[in-house]
């Protein structure tokens, strides 16, 4: 079995989704010993822009390539996705360009489009200084909605969110924020038991 583990805040220690991807992945883990775990600091290493590569042996084919096999080859991956100006970092903006693939992660059929990346379990780490889920700001959220689509749209219907908004609405709100998305937590890895 094997778990892909992604970050993407550029906040370091003091990072919110950090902290619950890393706790996903520790209760998942625990409760699947026989993971494999591989991992990418998409703030600390950037992959980089998706361009047109003419040379398949130049650094930045090899790295596209590594990218979208390490995904392919993921049964679970677990994404810390921040809320950036009601999108998603583009760090993993840039690594979803890159996994996302026609003839690989999806094709056209003259039925539409088809998701190629099938059967993989999907938890993101959501953050977000303001609230989303309910309320005057539901319409801006694009970041998990933009998550739910195109992850979607390469097959993935097993995705879960670990949701902890209202970060910067202070303490109090934080604290209960952070509690009710690590109790999710708590019960995740029971699935895969
Ligand atoms: C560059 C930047 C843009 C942000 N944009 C938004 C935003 O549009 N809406 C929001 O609610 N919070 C926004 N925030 C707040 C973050 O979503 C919040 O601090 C969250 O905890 C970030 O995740 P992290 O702690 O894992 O870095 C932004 C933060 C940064 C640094």
Do not use: C
Not at 89 to 118: C, M, N
Not at 127 to 155: H, K
Request: hydrophobic share 45%; glycine share 10%; charged share 20%.
């Amino acid at each position: 079995m094997k778990l892909l583990h992604i970050d993407a805040s550029a906040l370091g220690n003091h990072s919110v989704s950090r902290g619950l991807t890393q706790a996903i992945v520790a209760e998942l883990t625990r409760t699947e010993p026989s993971y494999a775990v591989s991992y990418r600091d998409l703030a600390v290493e950037p992959v980089g822009h998706w361009s047109p590569v003419a040379d398949a042996s130049s650094p930045a084919a090899i790295l596209g390539q590594a990218l979208l096999e390490e995904f392919l080859a993921a049964d679970t991956v677990v994404i810390g996705a921040p809320m950036y100006n009601f999108g998603v970092p583009s760090q993993l903006k840039a690594w979803i360009d890159h996994i996302v693939v026609a003839g690989k992660t999806f094709r056209y059929t003259a039925e539409g489009p088809e998701g190629l990346a099938k059967g993989k379990r999907v938890i993101v780490a959501s953050s977000r200084g303001g609230v989303y889920s309910n309320g005057p700001a539901t319409a801006m959220d694009f970041q998990e909605n933009y998550l739910r689509a195109v992850l979607g749209f390469i097959g993935i219907t097993d995705i879960e969110f670990v949701r902890a908004e209202g970060i910067a609405m202070g303490d109090e709100h934080k604290a209960k924020a952070l509690e009710s998305a690590h109790a999710t937590i708590g019960s995740m890895g029971r699935r895969a038991a």
